[in-house]
């Protein structure tokens, strides 16, 4: 009889043991890639550092992108449209390039992005280039999120002298055929009226010329300015310095 009461009282415990086991959590966790403006730089800290300027976009299970490639060597055409395909699984984007001077890419990405203490959104992985005139070894690499010029920035200019102007933008949601994104905008300089730009942004540079017609050729803009850090830097009405989102 005491034999029967040990079994039934040690089933309950059995029973709690098994439900443990069973409710384990699983050991990796899948992060979807953030689709958007991107500047990843290959061979980080080298003096041949080099960046993929362009855009992602997430659909269901796969991603694309074109990217422009610049590098020290000039390999390859700053302007060449540079295809990418994606996948992912666990935290790992993986992304393979389509050919150009003669090799292909692949960047792989440890999801997910997060930010450091320059409230960048950033993300490491490892990079190489295999054959053609642009080979590059196994390095690693760091993709930036860039976020969107939209919205009034205060310019503060202290190149040549010391000034303040206004800068409104707008820019497009999703990137044209060649990975950068159309954007417009209109910029005030101390004591002048507005004038009224066109332009686009690429990774993180954004460059607006005057709205003419026919639009303003390319290598003539009235501003530039980079993303990559806060404050972002400038250069505008004849002058240069740094810019803030008001």
Do not use: H
Request: aromatic content about 4%.
């Amino acid at each position: 009889m005491l034999s029967r009461l040990r079994f039934l009282l040690l089933l309950p415990v059995a029973t709690l043991i098994a439900c443990g086991g069973a409710s384990t959590p699983p050991t990796g966790t899948s992060y979807t890639p953030v689709g958007g403006d991107y500047l990843i730089t290959v061979g980080v800290g080298t003096a041949g550092a080099s960046t993929f300027a362009g855009n992602l976009t997430v659909s269901g299970s796969s991603v694309s992108g074109v990217f422009r490639y610049s590098n020290v060597a000039a390999c390859v055409s700053a302007a060449q449209d540079i295809a990418f395909t994606g996948s992912f699984q666990s935290n790992i984007l993986t992304l393979t390039s389509a050919t150009f001077a003669n090799g292909v890419a692949t960047l792989s990405i440890k999801l997910p992005l997060s930010n450091n203490n320059l409230n960048q959104q950033i993300a490491s992985g490892t990079s190489v280039i295999t054959g053609g005139t642009c080979a590059l070894a196994s390095s690693t690499l760091q993709a930036q999120l860039i976020p969107s010029y939209q919205g009034t920035w205060v310019v503060s200019l202290t190149s040549p002298s010391a000034a303040t102007a206004s800068l409104q933008v707008t820019q497009s949601t999703t990137a044209n055929a060649d990975g950068e994104f159309l954007a417009t905008g209109s910029i005030t300089c101390a004591g002048g009226s507005p004038t009224q730009l066109t332009g686009l942004v690429g990774g993180a540079t954004l460059q607006l010329a005057i709205l003419t017609t026919p639009p303003a050729l390319p290598g003539s803009p009235v501003v530039t300015a980079n993303n990559t850090a806060i404050p972002a830097t400038v250069a505008a009405c004849g002058g240069s310095g740094t810019m803030v989102l008001q």
